[in-house]
């Protein structure tokens, strides 16, 4: 069963390449960008989940609209974007944390020769914050980070932010800090065509589910688990270090189904034609960028971009959406649009 999956997925993968030679690339590249390694993501691990789950019910208890929590606008520079901007030579660089894997998103393009550089919808966005900081869009240094290791990066200052299609939320406002809303999605299910999976609902019992570890989709999985919405028969125990790699064990017949993110489960969709969204988005969740809790300038510095950017029809939100999503997602980014920010954390 699983091999024939294999071979059909194989075949289907056409012009992005057969899955063997995509996962080569992957374990190239991995070694052409410094990558900030992952010590959990193991196969159904369990290490800190009890801590992560009291302060996530902690968290819930106390925060509403963790999207209006962030700071207001401003151009005003501050500690943390004067230390930046006094790095030297080679290292006069903004350090961002990345995907390299996520299709659209950020990744590396095997078929764009050369050096097949990092590009996507968010490293667009990094760009345009490196050219109001610094000056150069290109003044940049990426770090591939694993899902679960973004907060650490951001907390040990290895980084000096992260745009990685990462969710703002409660649990994670407690650790670091969030610039206003980038996009917005929402919780889905990726599973083959074939599948007789319809969707978050019933029809997941005693199957096997896949979530990055560390991502908001399995802390909701785990949540509704809990309060009894999700079949007490689906298995949530494999995580992965990486979003990409669920969908390996999804093409490999390891599990039954992938619960992600909509805009990256409907990338993942357009490289394997024998995968597909089943039903519906089941929350509504929005990306940020994240940064260390005490950079108030440069949170405000990010905020007052956001704005700017998202006003620029020409080479801003909308022309990044064209380029990368539309595809993906549809013509129409109207369902992607974040909400008119709003500014509710005073300090």
């Known amino acids: 069963m699983r091999a024939r999956r294999l071979r059909a997925v194989l075949r289907g993968w056409g012009g992005v390449g057969a899955m063997a030679v995509v996962c080569a690339l992957v374990a190239v590249f991995a070694l052409l960008l410094p990558v900030v390694g992952s010590h959990s993501g193991q196969s159904g691990g369990t290490g800190g989940r009890g801590t992560a789950r009291i302060s996530q019910a902690r968290a819930d208890a106390e925060c509403t609209d963790p999207e209006k929590q962030t700071l207001s606008p401003s151009g005003a520079d501050g500690p943390t974007i004067e230390a930046i901007r006094n790095r030297t030579g080679e290292k006069r660089k903004l350090i961002v944390g990345v995907d390299q894997n996520s299709y659209r998103w950020g990744y590396r393009d095997p078929n764009s020769g050369g050096t097949a550089e990092l590009e996507g919808f968010d490293i667009d966005l990094v760009h345009r914050i490196a050219q109001d900081i610094l000056g150069d869009p290109d003044a940049v240094q990426f770090k591939a980070i694993p899902t679960d290791q973004r907060i650490p990066a951001i907390q040990a200052g290895r980084v000096d932010m992260v745009v990685r299609t990462m969710t703002i939320s409660c649990d994670r406002l407690e650790k670091v800090a969030f610039s206003a809303p980038y996009f917005r999605t929402g919780q889905q299910v990726l599973a083959p065509k074939s599948s007789p999976i319809t969707g978050y609902d019933g029809s997941l019992a005693d199957k096997k589910i896949c979530t990055a570890a560390g991502s908001t989709a399995y802390a909701q999985l785990k949540a509704d688990k809990d309060r009894g919405k999700l079949p007490a028969s689906t298995d949530i125990g494999t995580t992965v270090p990486n979003q990409l790699d669920c ?94 920010p709003e500014y509710l954390r005073k300090g």
């Not at 993942?268 to 509504?284: E, M, R, S, Y």
């Not at 801003?316 to 369902?335: C, E, H, M, N």
């Open 247 to 340: 969908l390996v064990r999804l093409q490999l017949g390891e599990v039954d189904a992938v619960v992600t993110d909509g805009a990256l489960a409907a990338s993942q969709a357009a490289q394997d034609p024998t995968v597909q969204l089943k039903g519906d988005a089941f929350t509504t969740d929005y990306y940020g960028v994240a940064m260390k809790k005490d950079a108030d300038d440069l949170v405000r510095r990010v905020n007052r971009i956001l704005v700017d950017y998202r006003k620029d029809t020409a080479k801003g939100w909308q022309y990044s959406y064209r380029k990368w999503l539309s595809a993906t997602l549809g013509d129409d980014p109207v369902k992607s649009e974040p909400p008119a």
